[in-house]
């Protein structure tokens, strides 16, 4: 599926499986051309996964700032009115899932069940601070700060202990490279979801939440911690599972997708 032209911009959508529509959201500067992702795993062999590149990010439309969370849950909406759908699951990872959160309360009545994976509610539960880091910086850099949150077993010495280990990290962070993410109008749309990702606060609402809703998150993470987990189980019809794993715990234990797609279908 091409480019799209809804009702707010133009948005880089795909779509593989069949079966009952879920929207796929993802997290902090992604880009479906980095491969593989969630149409290559076992959701979409089980559904018909939806899934697209977010404002300001890999082939869809960068349009002036500031991005507001709002702009975001909107947008969402704006595609599932371009594909004439009028009800939808949803799966959110970390960013994704802040998105849900506002999709389910600006649009209950689009929302069927919601699956949140990694994220946080925000204000006083938020997760790791992103905008802190230095915009200069590169991803090996990033992917360097940011690795003993990413996994709460990594620390320093672990690092130091396991150097082929860290190297391989490294490896794996630069593979999934697009040339154009160095290009100053990629880094102003990412800056712009990094801002709006500031500002994102919902603690206060939870309770008005009305989806099922299934929490998952891993053991070890630290850009999501537990106690983020655990507030967001204000969610009314809400149940929180933890995994083996930490924010990339969707890939280290596969149990967690059987368990979201159980969930999804019953």
């Not at 794996?172 to 801002?195: F, M, V, W």
């Amino acid at each position: 599926m091409p480019l799209f032209k809804t009702a707010r911009l133009e948005m880089f959508v795909e779509e593989r499986g069949q079966g009952s529509p879920v929207l796929f959201i993802s997290g902090t500067g992604a880009d479906l051309r980095v491969k593989p992702n969630v149409l290559d795993g076992p959701l979409a062999k089980n559904f018909r996964v939806i899934a697209y590149d977010q404002r300001g990010l890999g082939q869809t439309q960068k349009p002036p700032g500031p991005y507001e969370m709002e702009d975001y849950s909107k947008d969402a909406i704006a595609l599932l009115d371009k594909l004439g759908i009028e009800q939808v699951h949803l799966v959110g990872v970390s960013f994704g899932g802040m998105v849900g959160l506002h999709i389910a309360l600006q649009f209950p009545e689009r929302m069927k069940k919601i699956v949140l994976c990694c994220t946080s509610p925000g204000g006083a539960f938020a997760s790791f601070p992103f905008h802190d880091l230095p915009d200069d910086q590169n991803a090996t850099e990033r992917a360097m700060q940011l690795m003993e949150f990413n996994d709460l077993r990594h620390t320093k010495s672990w690092q130091e202990n396991n150097s082929n280990r860290v190297e391989a990290i490294i490896q794996i962070t630069e593979s999934r490279l697009i040339n154009d993410h160095a290009t100053p109008e990629y880094k102003r749309g990412y800056r712009e979801q990094i801002r709006a990702r500031a500002e994102h606060d919902v603690v206060a609402d939870l309770e008005k939440i009305k989806s099922e809703t299934f929490i998952c998150a891993g053991l070890y993470d630290g850009i999501a911690p537990k106690e983020n987990q655990k507030i967001l189980e204000k969610i009314p019809h809400s149940r929180c599972e933890f995994y083996n794993g930490g924010h990339l715990f969707l890939i280290e234990d596969s149990k967690a997708w059987r368990d979201i797609i159980e969930f999804l279908g019953h």
